[in-house]
Antibody
C-alpha cells in the first residue's frame, strides 16, 4: 500500500531555512503521471498548496512562495525534499506531503508540525 | 489564482439527516482536456486530509456511498445522504485544473 511520512525539524528560528523530507513507499516516482506534493496547514486554518514534483521532474510552485521554495526528488531513495528559506513565525504550520496521480492528492502523510520561533 | 469559496463554513447536522456543502470557483474548472478537476477531501479531528471524491463525482476507493459529488463549471456540491458520527470534521474542495492548485476555506460538519 502507499504510505508517506514527513520528517524534519519541529522548531526553526526566524530567517533560517527549513528542510523537510518526504519518505514514501508503495509507488515509484518514475512512473508516468505520479507526483509528490507539499501542502501546509497553519493551526486552526485551511490547507495551502505549496509545491509539486512529477515523475518527469516537472516542478510547480505556489506563486506567492516560489522565491522561497525548492522541491527535489531522489527516486532511488524514494524521497522528496522541500526547502523553504527565510522562515517566519507565520510559516508555523503542519506540513503534509501527498501522493499525486496527475490531478489529485489521493494519499497523504500524517504531517509534521513546524514551529517558527526564536 | 482560482479562488474556491465554500458555504456554509459550519454545518450542524442531526445524526441520520443529510448534509450539503457548496463550493464555488472564481473561474470555470473545465480543463482544456474536457475534464473538471474538482476534488473533495475530509479531515477528521487530528487527522490528515483524506480524498473522498475526485473529478466532481467519482468516489475514491473505500469511500462510503452516502458521499456524493455533483456540479459543473464553477458550482459544485458535496452531499452526505445520512450523516454518521464518524463524518464529523472539516471538508475541503480543491481544484487541480490550473496551477497553483487551490483549496476552499473548509466547512466544519458537527453533530447537533
Amino acid at each position: 500500500q502507499i504510505t508517506l511520512k514527513e520528517s524534519g525539524p519541529t522548531l526553526v528560528k526566524p530567517t533560517q531555512t527549513l528542510t523537510l523530507t518526504c519518505t514514501f513507499s508503495g509507488f515509484s516516482l518514475s512512473t508516468s503521471g505520479v507526483g509528490v506534493g507539499w501542502i501546509r496547514q497553519p493551526p486552526g486554518k485551511a490547507l495551502e498548496w505549496l509545491a509539486l514534483i512529477y515523475w518527469d521532474d516537472d516542478k510547480r510552485y505556489s506563486p506567492s512562495l516560489k522565491s522561497r521554495l525548492t522541491i527535489t526528488k531522489d527516486t532511488s531513495k524514494n524521497q522528496v525534499v522541500l526547502t523553504m528559506t527565510n522562515m517566519d513565525p507565520v510559516d508555523t504550520a503542519t506540513y503534509y506531503c501527498a501522493h499525486s496521480h496527475w490531478t489529485l492528492f489521493d494519499y497523504w502523510g500524517q504531517g509534521t508540525l513546524v514551529t517558527v520561533s526564536s | 489564482d482560482i479562488v474556491m469559496t465554500q458555504t456554509p463554513l459550519s454545518s450542524p447536522v442531526t445524526l441520520g439527516q443529510p448534509a450539503s456543502i457548496s463550493c464555488r470557483s472564481s473561474q470555470s474548472l473545465v480543463h482544456s482536456d474536457g475534464n473538471t478537476y474538482l476534488s473533495w477531501l475530509q479531515q477528521r479531528p487530528g487527522q490528515p486530509p483524506r480524498l473522498l471524491i475526485y473529478k466532481i463525482s467519482n468516489r475514491f476507493s473505500g469511500v462510503p456511498d452516502r458521499f456524493s459529488g455533483s456540479g459543473a463549471g464553477t458550482d459544485f456540491t458535496l452531499k452526505i445522504s445520512r450523516v454518521e458520527a464518524e463524518d464529523v470534521g472539516v471538508y475541503y474542495c480543491m481544484q487541480a485544473t490550473q496551477f497553483p492548485w487551490t483549496f476552499g476555506q473548509g466547512t466544519k460538519v458537527e453533530i447537533k
